[in-house]
């Protein structure tokens, strides 16, 4: 169960077909993505560790019945859907060609959940890096250039904020899985293994867009260019919230360019508490269709603030036949003055 292969693109001779994986690597004659790039996506989801109940970080704040639909069914995805969530992967080679003595990189951590309904279960997280001189973890985020944008705008996601505090929360009497285990991730299998005591202090965000790294804590300065008409300079010559000076330079060729000095406050990481308590109000809604066969955990579509994840969701087509059938249904009752 998962991703079962890709979907054509509505470009295709036969948009939303769905292909087996081998076939778009080896035999489509109308690839619409490179083939090597096709056979990375391919292979990070055959080693995708989430199975079955295993919750995430990154999991924990989404839409729980994308989270049970993606480990319970056979779904199909456009391969440019699946380049923005592989594209972080590209940090990957940067992590394995430092050579920093002492630091941690890519760990992941388990904790297993016993208390609570519908424990037990494991939540893990995976932590880009980790400095123990430094009592400090990073995460590194790829986006488009645009992104820093909104930080500046928006501040850091509550999600990443989240995410991060549950890693130093994992990495807080969690488990490490020693090597050459290769048994399933059971909730008895993690209490098992090597437990973990890293101290944090302090955690970074590091934003990776094509042109440089932006961290959180930090204040940097960074050219922009703005076409001639927006000759104020970026964001219709309006400061960003984040930003603290601009300067235009003094001559340059073609379009005006502005040198912006800008910062990102540190990150705030939650308590122990605080994420326990997250932890034990999301853990079971996401965990409960896999003990309770009559329970279909809720989607966000109708929720403002949280459908935006249906326009980036694998699994849509089954959650909209999942709807047609509800709807159905209450209309039988409702038909027999139920
Ligand atoms: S490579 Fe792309 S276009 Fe070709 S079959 Fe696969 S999804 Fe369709
Ligand atoms: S389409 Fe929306 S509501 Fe349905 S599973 Fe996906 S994210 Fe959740």
Request: with cysteine; hydrophobic share 35%; aromatic share 10%.
């Amino acid at each position: 169960m998962g991703l079962a292969g890709f979907k054509c693109p509505s470009t295709a001779s036969e948009p939303g077909r769905h292909n087996e994986f081998n076939f778009c690597i080896n035999e489509c004659t109308e690839r619409c993505q490179p083939r090597a790039v096709l056979s990375a996506i391919a292979e990070a989801n055959i080693h995708n560790v989430h199975t079955g109940t295993m919750l995430s970080a990154t999991a924990l704040p989404g839409c729980a019945r994308k989270f049970f639909l993606s480990r319970t069914r056979d779904y199909f995805e456009c391969p440019k859907d699946l380049w923005d969530a592989g594209r972080g992967s590209l940090i990957h080679g940067v992590l394995e060609g430092q050579r920093i003595q002492g630091v941690t990189v890519e760990q992941r951590f388990y904790k297993a959940i016993t208390r609570g309904p519908f424990a037990p279960y494991v939540l893990s997280g995976q932590c880009d890096y980790y400095d123990p001189v430094l009592r400090e973890l990073e995460d590194f985020k790829s986006m488009e250039g645009d992104g820093l944008y909104i930080i500046l705008r928006y501040g850091i996601k509550d999600d990443h904020i989240l995410q991060l505090s549950v890693y130093r929360w994992l990495m807080n009497n969690g488990h490490v899985k020693p090597a050459g285990f290769t048994g399933p991730v059971t909730p008895e299998a993690v209490l098992s293994w090597p437990t973990v005591n890293l101290p944090v202090d302090s955690a970074k965000l590091n934003y990776v867009t094509m042109r440089r790294v932006f961290s959180t804590g930090t204040t940097f300065t960074f050219t922009e260019k703005t076409d001639f008409k927006s000759p104020n300079g970026p964001n219709g010559g309006k400061k960003y919230p984040g930003e603290i000076s601009r300067v235009r330079q003094p001559y340059s060729k073609g379009k005006p360019k502005w040198d912006i000095t800008a910062a990102i406050p540190p990150l705030q990481l939650l308590s122990y508490e605080e994420v326990a308590d997250y932890v034990a109000m999301r853990g079971p809604n996401l965990v409960r269709g896999f003990v309770d066969d009559a329970f279909m955990p809720p989607g966000v579509m109708h929720d403002k603030d949280e459908s935006w994840q249906c326009d980036w969701c694998g699994v849509e087509e089954i959650c909209q036949g999942i709807e047609q059938q509800q709807t159905a249904a209450q209309q039988s009752l409702f038909s027999e003055g139920v």
